[in-house]
């Protein structure tokens, strides 16, 4: 099966996207010759401004998505590369320095098991900062998980959709402290996106956690899923323009 991500479709919102990635790169404490993993890194322009800023050593981007890796063929440099793979599973034979992820943990279940897996990545010394969306009670969230189990989706589904999961921010509190990191700072922020109409929401949401449902179901039956969420939601938003869209982040680091 092919990639539900499409990469046209993702950046559509590039600049809201990309606020929550540099904030979360300001957490990070520069290190000499840094040592850099971006789990989850899609199309690797984000990447690219990371080990720019950084002056790292040496950085990977690894992403399981064919369709978003191809876009980064462009930001490629001798000490930037780019793989293919599964951030709950991926592996190195030597430390790193920094493991870095922005909106990507969320695709992935059993989060205390990820951050074991993740911070096993860790050198010692070294530090983890990720970040993840927290509003997956919003109603656009809601919806989508509601509507995905009435007929005639239902019975139209391959699998289980894998919808985003989050812990709330003081689990991954505790769990930075029970994994060894020293220091931390975890956090919950909320960007005020102003977008063009409620329109714009369905959009945003199709670029990100419709692709769950995508990836699951026949191509005509998701274009029929994808009306009737468009149908439901709208009259749920206020007709506003521009429409104010409020979304809350969690943003974390720890240092080893």
Request: aromatic share 10%; proline share 7%.
């Amino acid at each position: 099966m092919s990639s539900p991500w499409d990469p046209q479709q993702y950046e559509r919102f590039n600049t809201q996207r990309s606020q929550p990635f540099f904030d979360l790169l300001d957490m990070v404490e520069p290190d000499a010759d840094l040592r850099v993993v971006d789990l989850g890194c899609g199309t690797g322009e984000l990447t690219q401004a990371l080990h720019r800023k950084l002056e790292a050593g040496r950085t990977l981007g690894v992403d399981s998505s064919a369709s978003m890796l191809e876009e980064s063929a462009k930001f490629r440099l001798p000490t930037l590369g780019f793989e293919q793979g599964d951030l709950a599973t991926f592996s190195s034979d030597e430390p790193f320095g920094l493991v870095f992820s922005n909106a990507a943990f969320q695709w992935v279940g059993e989060h205390e098991r990820l951050l074991e897996h993740v911070a096993s990545l860790v050198a010692d010394g070294g530090q983890l900062a990720f970040q993840v969306p927290n509003n997956h009670d919003d109603i656009q969230h809601v919806l989508a998980h509601r509507l995905a189990r009435e007929e005639p989706f239902a019975s139209a589904l391959t699998a289980e959709p894998q919808e985003p999961q989050v812990l709330p921010a003081q689990d991954y509190a505790r769990l930075l402290h029970r994994l060894g990191f020293r220091e931390q700072r975890v956090f919950v922020r909320v960007y005020p996106h102003l977008l063009e109409s409620r329109e714009s929401v369905v959009e945003w949401i199709k670029g990100t956690a419709l692709n769950a449902y995508k990836k699951v179901m026949p191509a005509e039956r998701y274009e029929e899923f994808l009306g009737a969420y468009r149908e439901q939601l709208l009259p749920e938003l206020p007709d506003d323009r521009p429409f104010f869209f409020p979304f809350r982040r969690i943003l974390a680091w720890g240092r080893r």
